[in-house]
């Protein structure tokens, strides 16, 4: 497409009131983006200015970021078929990451380590497949399937995507800026915000729709309910992507999005092998991912008794796995524990092993 018309196609999009289906709406009534934009001017309404426009393209570039339109040819061709496919992307990293079939996967910010462990393998394995692996950049599940994705050298060079709620140039959570650097190196960050906007809470939902719109496939690991990856799983519904859920223990509450989501027709997912049957796409054979040390998924908090039980679930964890995790001195964890183990919180077996008890 001509400069011209990604320029209107930027200022059709950013103009007040416009949205997705607006803008899909209002191009197919009219025939073109600048058809659009004059009927806009003629109504007196608040249309976005090439000048500013032509400010966008520049801050882009001059954070080395891409803005691409859905009349591209590397605009993703499974995203570009949602009722509500953005008509611009911001793209920061390597364009071409976006070109490889993907698989999104999703879940948790305070997820369990068992958990996080498992994210990471299936991440690996998934990509170790030849799928890129689509998340959000958030705590707990989605910075493990980036990081489990990135440990794999197979399936190509570009191996993960963010998806982010705020502008690609606006760092959340803020302890993920190693991940981010890791991602624009080995994949790309990708938003439908313009440069420097901050997420609100009203962008997660909305960023939620394009996770599930890129991918064949979506998988939940521990969901809360109601929490943000049902609605990536609804909106998977709606776009008609395959859709996994992990089963969980009944008493964790972690567990109760995804069963259900199980008992509602979901695909059960123990293993990336059960995601690849279904959606068809050729394997290659399925390697673990190496026991290298793992960065840190635990989210900030000063009480430690919250966060010893956040990493545990009602699978057995050994002492030497927590204390890997929590990042704290031994005395201090065992103390912590002995409390914990006192008010019936959590279980210690005769070989020193700790669950969760709910």
Request: net charge neutral; aromatic share 6%.
């Amino acid at each position: 497409m001509t400069e011209k018309e990604r320029i209107d196609c930027l200022r059709l999009i950013r103009s007040k009131g416009i949205g997705c289906i607006t803008y899909h709406a209002l191009v197919k009534e009219v025939g073109s983006e600048e058809s659009a934009l004059l009927l806009l001017s003629k109504q007196g309404r608040d249309v976005f200015s090439e000048k500013k426009a032509l400010a966008e393209i520049k801050e882009h570039e001059a954070i080395g970021a891409t803005l691409i339109t859905y009349h591209d040819a590397n605009y993703p061709p499974l995203l570009k078929h949602i009722s509500d496919s953005p008509p611009v992307l911001s793209i920061l990293g390597n364009p071409e990451a976006l070109s490889s079939p993907m698989v999104a996967i999703v879940g948790s910010r305070s997820a369990s380590m068992n958990a996080i462990k498992f994210t990471q393998n299936l991440a690996y394995q998934l990509r170790d497949a030849g799928y890129g692996i689509i998340s959000g950049l958030a705590r707990g599940i989605d910075g493990a399937a980036h990081d489990g994705a990135m440990k794999c050298t197979t399936g190509g060079y570009f191996s993960t995507i963010a998806v982010m709620a705020g502008g690609v140039d606006c760092l959340y959570p803020p302890e993920h800026g190693w991940l981010r650097e890791k991602i624009m190196e080995k994949g790309a960050l990708i938003s439908e915000m313009p440069l420097g906007r901050f997420p609100g809470a009203s962008h997660f939902p909305r960023r939620n729709r394009l996770i599930s719109g890129l991918a064949k496939a979506i998988c939940i690991i521990e969901a809360a309910k109601p929490s943000g990856s049902l609605i990536t799983a609804n909106y998977a519904l709606d776009q008609g992507r395959e859709l996994f859920a992990v089963p969980g223990f009944p008493g964790d509450p972690r567990s109760v999005g995804t069963n259900s989501l199980l008992k509602n027709g979901a695909h059960i997912l123990e293993s990336a092998a059960d995601v690849v049957n279904i959606i068809g796409y050729p394997i290659m054979p399925i390697e673990t991912l190496p026991n290298t040390t793992q960065q840190k998924n635990i989210p900030p908090t000063d009480n430690l008794n919250t966060l010893i039980l956040q990493c545990l679930s009602v699978q057995p964890l050994s002492m030497e796995e927590l204390f890997a995790s929590v990042n704290i001195v031994e005395n201090t964890l065992h103390d912590a524990l002995l409390t914990l183990e006192l008010q019936g919180h959590i279980h210690r077996d005769q070989r020193g092993y700790i669950t969760r008890v709910f």
